[in-house]
């Protein structure tokens, strides 16, 4: 059963929005850390943004005011909604979770790949000049 399912990926023009979802079956966990990272081909995965167990969030220096991380308990859904995106955003995004991670409140730990536990398959986001 996969437990971390991304959709809201496309392509859009530069200067446009998207919100990426990610439905997961982890929710009865409330230690959880979940994050949104991203890979270009031929490079390494990196993050993009994160929240805590305590419901605290970071970002990447690249993305800060432009994108917003948010959970929504209720629907066990990740949202990353994306705005003012450039063409160097484009990559497959993934969303990823960690459980018993409330030790953890730094991005050099929540953005980290080597962190997290659970990964989604991807899904591509394409940003077109």
């Known amino acids: 059963q996969e437990q971390l399912v991304e959709s809201g990926g496309g392509s859009v023009q530069a200067g446009g929005s998207l919100r990426l979802s990610c439905v997961n079956s982890?929710?009865?966990?409330?230690?959880?850390?979940m994050g949104w990272f991203r890979q270009v081909l031929g490079k390494e995965r990196e993050g993009v943004a994160a929240?805590?167990?305590?419901?605290?969030?970071s970002y990447a220096n690249s993305v800060q005011g432009r994108f917003t991380i948010s959970k929504d308990n209720a629907k066990n859904i990740l949202y990353l909604q994306m705005d003012s995106l450039k063409p160097e955003d484009t990559a497959i995004y993934y969303c990823?979770?960690?459980?018993?991670?409330?030790?953890?409140?730094?991005?050099?730990?929540?953005?980290?790949?080597?962190?997290?536990?659970?990964w989604g398959k991807g899904i591509l986001v394409n940003v077109s000049s």
């Open positions: 990823a979770a960690r459980l018993h991670c409330s030790y953890e409140k730094t991005w050099y730990g929540l953005g980290s790949d080597g962190f997290m536990q659970y």
């Open positions: 982890l929710y009865t966990y409330s230690n959880i850390c």
């Open positions: 929240i805590g167990s305590d419901g605290s969030t």
